[in-house]
């Protein structure tokens, strides 16, 4: 097929997510290797936020690729009640890079029902119903993947379902007041949301779910002892902890899992993305020793036909793997200061950009019509101009792929990225904020 017959196709068969269908125009990619893909007139572009920041490898990675097809050639699918190698193999993988508390992994097919049976498993350990989490989160777009989300994605699935309670976000720089530290901010937000819990009753709450960094939603990072002290929360009210990790999990941050940056341990653990880098659906719920002994004598109301399903194991032990191999945590720490360091420079350089927030290489630009006054350049919830999509074009213009999200332009790419690829693809986004400049 060429491209403009699979453009057609694609328009013409296919719901395309997140999108108003009449206006769509995809591009018809060929082939990928490294940071880069390339459409059929042979044109590179560089994928700057990893795809939807699960392709952490990159593309065309043979150890993941030879992986999948020696898992073909002995066997495809067989059921999660049978014991077969690569889904035994990367759950003690996984549960040997998590703190020593962790005991097992329930599989799923990606991020949203891994936090859905999160939850589930919350739950049934519990006795409780409600689940806390936070407004500027995203957790899914299922059912009750997307009433754990806070964020506008959520009005589809509304009126929602009864038990679901969103927090705000220790979120510094939107906030009104005027902080004289970080640990003041953690002092007071860690008040707010105690007060809410015994507000919804102290034995009625189940879970705290928190994405352990807000990912697409501007990559909020946590203020010091933030964490820790929800962690306290739970352990004065009996809930249980769930960090979702689907998209900071897996060296995002230079660390095997973000909330490793924080001094906390968490009860459960979401995560995707990462765990096979893209090149096939692969989720699960990491969960701790005591919550698994629980269920040695209490029936475990999940299941999926796909859970641990071999091929996308297999494909997920060759990955795992390949973070060692290829020294990730090391190259995330080098080359993520470079990023770090040009971002602190374009937040100098340029009036719109409001803040710069990253860790690793996981990092937002927040873009704003004011220094001053702090006003996002496209309100909360509502962009009728399409500015940031604008944006977005100028960037594809220069073959700088990524996406907006709010006021936000998110920067997350590949985990083997090298520092003149940083610098050369950091320079076109460079480019566009001037342009950005004139419109403010």
């Not at 572009?45 to 990675?61: C, E, I, T």
């Not at 698994?292 to 990955?319: Q, R």
């Not at 873009?367 to 919830?381: D, F, H, M, N, R």
């Not at 101009?385 to 960037?395: D, E, P, S």
Request: hydrophobic share 40%.
């Amino acid at each position: 097929m060429d491209a403009e017959t699979i453009k057609e196709y694609h328009k013409k068969y296919n719901l395309q997510s997140w999108s108003k269908q009449g206006n769509i125009n995809p591009l018809a990619i060929e082939k990928a290797e490294g940071i880069y893909f390339y459409d059929y007139e042979g044109n590179r572009y560089s994928d700057m936020s990893s795809q939807q920041v699960n392709l952490n490898l990159g593309y065309g990675n043979k150890a993941i690729e030879d992986a999948m097809k020696a898992q073909m050639d002995k066997l495809s699918y067989i059921g999660p009640s049978y014991a077969v190698e690569s889904r035994s193999t990367l759950a003690k993988m996984i549960i040997d890079r998590l703190p020593d508390s962790f005991g097992k992994v329930f599989f799923t097919n990606a991020g949203a029902d891994a936090n859905e049976n999160a939850i589930k498993i919350a739950r049934m350990y519990t006795g409780r119903k409600k689940v806390f989490s936070r407004y500027r989160s995203y957790h899914g777009s299922s059912f009750g993947a997307g009433n754990l989300t806070g964020e506008p994605r959520r009005y589809p699935l509304e009126p929602g379902i009864p038990g679901f309670v969103h927090f705000f976000d220790p979120y510094i720089y939107r906030e009104p007041i005027e902080f004289e530290s970080e640990e003041a901010a953690t002092k007071y937000y860690l008040a707010k949301l105690r007060e809410q819990i015994i507000y919804e009753g102290r034995d009625q709450v189940a879970a705290i779910v928190m994405e352990t960094i807000t990912g697409s939603n501007g990559v909020i990072i946590p203020p010091k002892g933030y964490l820790p002290g929800v962690r306290k929360i739970c352990d004065e009210f009996g809930i249980v902890m769930i960090c979702d990790e689907v998209m900071a999990g897996w060296f995002r941050t230079g660390k095997n899992f973000a909330f490793q940056n924080f001094d906390v341990v968490p009860d459960i653990v979401t995560f995707a993305k990462g765990v096979t880098c893209g090149y096939i659906q692969l989720g699960g719920v990491a969960v701790s020793s005591k919550i698994a002994e629980y269920f040695d004598d209490n029936f475990l109301s999940c299941g999926l036909t796909y859970s641990g399903h071999p091929l996308a194991c297999a494909a997920g032990v060759a990955c795992v793997s390949e973070y060692d191999r290829l020294h990730i945590a090391e190259n995330v720490a080098k080359t993520g200061a470079v990023l770090a360091q040009i971002e602190d420079d374009l937040k100098e350089k340029h009036p719109c950009v409001g803040d710069v927030r990253h860790i690793g290489l996981f990092s937002a630009l927040e873009l704003v019509c004011s220094k001053q006054t702090k006003e996002p350049l496209v309100a909360y919830g509502m962009d009728p101009a399409g500015t940031m999509g604008k944006i977005v074009g100028l960037l594809k213009d220069r073959k700088f792929m990524t996406y907006s999200h709010e006021n936000m332009v998110l920067v997350c790419p590949p985990l083997i990225i090298t520092e003149d690829q940083i610098r050369e693809e950091m320079q076109k986004m460079d480019e566009v904020l001037t342009i950005v400049d004139s419109w403010i």
